[in-house]
């Protein structure tokens, strides 16, 4: 059990709620708006809880003993946790045991997995494991962003790349209108996520204390003990030969294991779609 990690995650969490977003009753009389702290009051989480003030304070301090399945489940419903959030929890309160050194060596990267990263086409594509390592790629990959091959093992890996690179995968990239930040965000979640599964984990740990020091949003979002993804990212990159593309990066987790699958788009028709698919076949070599 991590118990300063669990307080921060529920002190966080309590936070964020909006008084004046919760259901009539659940909060005191008259107290929606007359608030010196944001979110909720410790004992509104208590009462939405089903448990004593005090021992949620305990809770929030530190200085708890660990929580019960049925105390979780409470919390979570009471903080209105998102699946994500309540596994995080459960992680941070020593119910789902942390992976034992032997669980946290990579396995290879299944072959059903690679059949499908190399059918992808003009689809740029690469998989990483939970530390944001880059395992395998395609040629579309390759073509886009970077040879991966020629890059030393410890420096494929995502987040490092970014702060290599500036902020993303490519040098030339930002964050589409709107989206700015989100892959830093998105970062933030998964390494959040990843260090709950693998507690003491001395790379991580580096990985992160490394990107925190180069990137704001990154460590607003570490700090915020955000662990919901952001689904999909929109970037524009402007590329040395086809110039500026915009293009939507999507992640899908591999079913029954730790990996996803990152992959980069445009829209079909778009200028953008065209120039990745001229990019695409001129890598590709001929049969």
């Known amino acids: ?13 309590r936070e964020a709620l909006h ?4 259901p009539a009753g659940a909060v005191h009389p008259h107290g929606r708006h007359a608030r010196r702290t944001p979110g909720l009051r410790r004992e509104e989480v208590a009462a939405l809880a089903g448990m004593s003030t005090s021992y949620y304070e305990r809770l929030e301090q530190a200085r708890a003993p660990r929580p019960s399945p049925q105390v979780l489940t409470a919390l979570g419903t009471a903080l209105r946790l998102t699946a994500a959030e309540r596994e995080h929890l459960a992680r941070l309160a020593g119910q789902i045991p942390p992976r034992t050194d032997e669980e946290a060596v990579r396995p290879p990267v ?5 059949r499908l990263l190399h059918r992808l086409g003009p689809l740029p594509a690469y998989l990483v494991d939970e530390r944001e390592n880059i395992l395998a790629w ?29 902020g993303t995968l490519c040098s030339a990239a930002e964050g589409a209108e ?16 990843a260090s709950a599964r693998l507690p003491g984990d001395r790379a991580l740990g580096e990985l992160v204390n490394e990107y925190a020091a180069h990137d704001a949003d990154f460590l607003t979002g570490w700090r915020s003990h955000a662990v919901d993804p952001v ?8 590329h040395p030969e086809l110039g500026e593309l ?6 899908l987790l591999v079913p029954g294991t730790e990996l996803r699958l990152v992959l980069y788009s445009a829209e079909p028709g778009s200028a953008s779609a065209a120039a990745l698919d001229r990019l695409c076949a001129a890598a590709t070599p001929a049969p």
Do not use: C, W, Y
């Not at 299944?110 to 690679?114: D, G, I, V």
């Not at 709107?178 to 970062?187: I, P």
């Not at 689904?231 to 402007?238: G, N, S, W, Y």
């Open 110 to 114: 299944p072959e059903a997995a690679l």
């Open 178 to 193: 709107g989206a700015e930040g989100d892959f830093a965000r998105q970062s933030a979640a998964h390494l959040r996520a």
């Open 19 to 22: 008084p004046d977003r919760m």
């Open 1 to 13: 059990m991590s118990r300063r990690e669990l307080a921060d995650f529920l002190r966080r969490r």
């Open 138 to 166: 395609n040629t579309a990959a390759t073509a886009l962003i970077t040879d991966f091959g020629r890059l030393p093992v410890p420096e494929r890996n995502v987040v490092r790349l970014a702060v290599r690179l500036g």
């Open 231 to 238: 689904p999909a990212l929109r970037k524009r990159l402007r």
């Open 246 to 251: 915009d293009l939507e990066v999507q992640t």
